[in-house]
């Protein structure tokens, strides 16, 4: 009898017990995502004016970890932070994670899709630079040279060059001569170089109004381009996609200003002295010498419209 009498008060407190127990949330998420969000205020001093956005946990180089962007967003304006959150919520990692096996910047070298973009220099070489730039950039103007032909010129076995658009909104003409430096790439990939050199140097004198004529007078004096293809190339379609493709790339690696380099990824901005160039240059080859291989970085594309044989240089 007593052993009944126990068995039902322990059954009567376990349905107690059941009863009282405060109902489970109904989105666990939500609650975490509520608690993340009032710690990163915390940490990065956003006001309730911010609008916060946290991204979906994606798969981290760490073990127990996903990572997140966390997004402020305040007129128009929106800044982007990455964080590596443990698997619990319980353990947040502001900063970079790296794989020893990978390049340091294997993240903006996997953005990085160089395929059919206008090149220069040797294929293969243990240095490679993506340029992102606008022709309506003074400084692209300014930089222009300096890595064109200077610094191509001071390792002529070392580098090898790709050109990005990233026509910057504002600027008049920029996307028109992105168009159009498309279509002359499409028939020879010189030509390009020739037009990309003459459009900087021009740039002064060259409106929105007045780029298409002057752009068919340049093509007229070069004998590798057929000017009533290039006519009919800037009204189509296909190389504002192309453009379009390279600004897409551009805005993945979060490009904020042109000029923008990515020497082997590596991510410098704006002009920068040849001299400084040249040290971040020697670098990558000294370490890709030490490596014992070439550094990989980017995919190229060879077959390349009017371009010379990958056993140099391409000229000038």
Request: with cysteine.
């Amino acid at each position: 009898m007593l052993k009944r009498l126990v068995a039902g008060v322990a059954l009567a407190m376990a349905m107690m017990a059941q009863v009282a127990a405060p109902p489970a949330p109904a989105n666990p998420d939500a609650r975490d995502t509520a608690a993340l969000e009032t710690y990163f205020r915390h940490l990065l001093m956003w006001p309730a004016g911010v609008e916060v956005t946290i991204g979906k946990p994606t798969a981290a180089p760490l073990a127990g970890f996903n990572r997140i962007i966390v997004r402020g967003t305040l007129g128009g304006k929106t800044q982007e932070e990455a964080f590596y959150v443990s698997s619990d919520n319980q353990t947040v990692i502001r900063g970079d994670v790296f794989d020893v096996k990978k390049s340091p910047f294997q993240t903006e070298i996997d953005f990085l899709k160089t395929d059919n973009q206008p090149f220069l220099g040797m294929p293969g070489a243990p240095v490679t630079i993506v340029e992102f730039a606008d022709f309506q950039c003074p400084y692209c103007k300014q930089e222009a040279g300096v890595v064109r032909t200077k610094l191509m010129e001071a390792f002529p076995n070392d580098l090898q060059l790709f050109f990005m658009d990233y026509p910057i909104e504002g600027h008049p003409f920029a996307r028109g001569a992105a168009i159009l430096g498309r279509c002359i790439f499409s028939q020879n990939s010189l030509s390009f170089w020739a037009y990309h050199d003459w459009i900087f140097e021009h740039q002064a004198e060259i409106t929105a109004a007045n780029l298409r004529d002057k752009a068919m007078a340049f093509a007229g004096g070069d004998k590798n381009l057929d000017v009533a293809k290039l006519t009919s190339c800037a009204v189509a379609q296909g190389p504002r996609d192309e453009v379009d493709r390279s600004m897409a790339i551009g805005d993945a690696l979060k490009i904020g200003a042109t000029p923008t380099f990515f020497i082997n990824g590596r991510r410098l901005v704006g002009t920068i002295a040849l001299e400084d160039l040249k040290m971040v240059v020697e670098h990558e080859i000294a370490y890709a010498k030490a490596q014992k291989k070439a550094t990989d970085c980017c995919s190229v594309q060879l077959a390349l419209p009017g371009m010379a044989p990958a056993t140099g240089p391409v000229p000038k």
